[in-house]
């Protein structure tokens, strides 16, 4: 470690797959590494309640067990892994500094900035009661468990067009719900759609309730078993009886402590180049901050190890 005990080599914000990626990858390399990881390490996939395709796991993980395992990992190799927010970030000059808990200062010779992008939802109360339980915000994660059923998307956009034609290769029959009267994903999607006959577009509605009830197959608690929509223009009620219930409605970048120091694209993610350079020399993004694209465990790990190889790479390049 270098001078104090609040200077590491690298500094990690985020405890995803790819902040926790990142932190076994350098203090493999040799760093001294500190990442920050919130209250619950975990991101997004503390929600998720079952995981089918992260390799090396033969039967389905739990995304809390998953990221445990990670955790665990990171601090046997030596990362000091905290368990608070980081709350202001100075990236203009090196050493970067970050403040987190109650204000307390680190400093760092890199950055990997991994803080994720939350999925944006409805807001329903039933909605949070039922994440997980069948009501999701990843198609391309959880639906593989709705092969043979009826399910259906929220949305209007791009996203939410790719989800649909995703999940009708699984499920009987896919309902895609948008609050307009026309959707905003593109002429070539729209075209897919019109042609899949296992997808009916709902127009003029929007969710009021999701139903649920004791889960089936003996598992414990209750699962999601449909959804109450409500037509915009004549307020009637419609009864959707679908078991899965996807929200494809967007992300929101985790990036507000970066401020204005950050080269950001018009969506809000974080600029970075393949190597997974920001903007600013000395600080890389990893994961779905920069990935606006695939929002998968995976993709995001590979990027955390993209970010801390070049990370140590920049480190031994100013120490010459």
């Given at each position: 470690m270098?001078?104090?005990?609040?200077?590491?080599?690298i500094?990690?914000?985020?405890?995803?797959?790819a902040g926790?990626?990142?932190?076994?990858?350098?203090?493999?390399?040799?760093?001294?590494?500190?990442?920050?990881?919130?209250?619950?390490?975990?991101g997004?996939?503390?929600?998720?309640?079952?995981?089918?395709?992260?390799p090396?796991?033969?039967?389905?993980?739990?995304?809390?067990?998953?990221?445990l395992?990670?955790?665990?990992?990171?601090?046997?190799?030596?990362?000091?892994?905290?368990?608070?927010?980081?709350?202001?970030?100075?990236?203009?000059?090196?050493?970067f500094?970050?403040l987190?808990?109650?204000?307390?200062?680190?400093?760092?010779g890199?950055?990997?900035?991994a803080t994720?992008?939350?999925?944006?939802?409805?807001g329903?109360?039933?909605?949070?009661?039922?994440t997980?339980?069948?009501?999701?915000?990843?198609?391309?994660?959880?639906?593989f468990?709705?092969?043979?059923?009826?399910?259906?998307?929220?949305?209007g956009?791009?996203?939410?067009?790719?989800d649909?034609?995703?999940?009708?290769?699984?499920?009987?029959k896919?309902?895609l719900?948008?609050?307009?009267?026309k959707l905003?994903?593109?002429?070539?999607?729209?075209?897919?759609?019109?042609?899949?006959?296992?997808?009916?577009?709902?127009?003029?509605?929007?969710?009021?309730?999701i139903?649920?009830?004791?889960a089936?197959?003996?598992?414990?608690?209750?699962?999601?078993?449909?959804i109450?929509?409500?037509?915009?223009?004549t307020?009637?009620a419609?009864?959707l009886d679908?078991?899965?219930?996807?929200?494809?409605?967007?992300?929101?970048?985790?990036?507000?402590?970066?401020?204005?120091?950050l080269?950001?694209?018009?969506?809000?993610?974080?600029?970075?180049?393949?190597?997974?350079?920001?903007?600013?020399?000395?600080?890389?993004?990893?994961g779905?901050?920069?990935?606006p694209?695939?929002?998968?465990?995976?993709?995001?790990a590979?990027?955390?190890?993209?970010?801390?190889m070049?990370?140590?790479?920049?480190?031994?390049?100013?120490?010459?």
């Amino acid at each position: 470690m270098a001078e104090n005990n609040n200077h590491f080599d690298i500094i990690i914000i985020g405890s995803g797959p790819a902040g926790f990626t990142a932190a076994i990858y350098a203090v493999r390399g040799g760093a001294t590494v500190a990442l920050f990881g919130g209250v619950a390490p975990g991101g997004q996939l503390l929600y998720a309640a079952e995981i089918e395709n992260f390799p090396g796991f033969p039967e389905p993980v739990a995304g809390a067990e998953l990221m445990l395992r990670m955790l665990d990992q990171a601090k046997r190799l030596g990362v000091q892994v905290f368990q608070e927010d980081a709350l202001k970030a100075g990236l203009k000059t090196a050493p970067f500094t970050i403040l987190a808990g109650e204000n307390k200062k680190y400093t760092a010779g890199a950055v990997i900035i991994a803080t994720g992008a939350r999925a944006r939802w409805l807001g329903l109360p039933s909605e949070r009661k039922y994440t997980g339980k069948g009501v999701s915000g990843c198609a391309t994660c959880d639906g593989f468990f709705f092969r043979g059923k009826e399910v259906c998307v929220i949305g209007g956009g791009d996203t939410a067009a790719e989800d649909a034609l995703f999940l009708a290769k699984f499920a009987s029959k896919v309902y895609l719900v948008h609050r307009r009267d026309k959707l905003r994903a593109c002429t070539r999607l729209q075209e897919k759609l019109g042609s899949n006959p296992k997808i009916e577009i709902i127009y003029d509605h929007v969710p009021q309730e999701i139903l649920g009830g004791p889960a089936l197959s003996g598992a414990e608690g209750e699962k999601a078993t449909g959804i109450i929509l409500k037509n915009v223009k004549t307020g009637a009620a419609r009864q959707l009886d679908t078991p899965g219930v996807f929200i494809a409605i967007g992300h929101t970048p985790e990036t507000a402590i970066f401020g204005d120091q950050l080269k950001l694209d018009d969506a809000g993610y974080i600029v970075a180049d393949e190597r997974r350079q920001t903007s600013i020399r000395g600080v890389y993004a990893a994961g779905d901050v920069m990935d606006p694209h695939y929002k998968q465990a995976v993709v995001a790990a590979g990027s955390g190890c993209v970010a801390a190889m070049e990370a140590l790479k920049y480190l031994e390049e100013i120490k010459k």
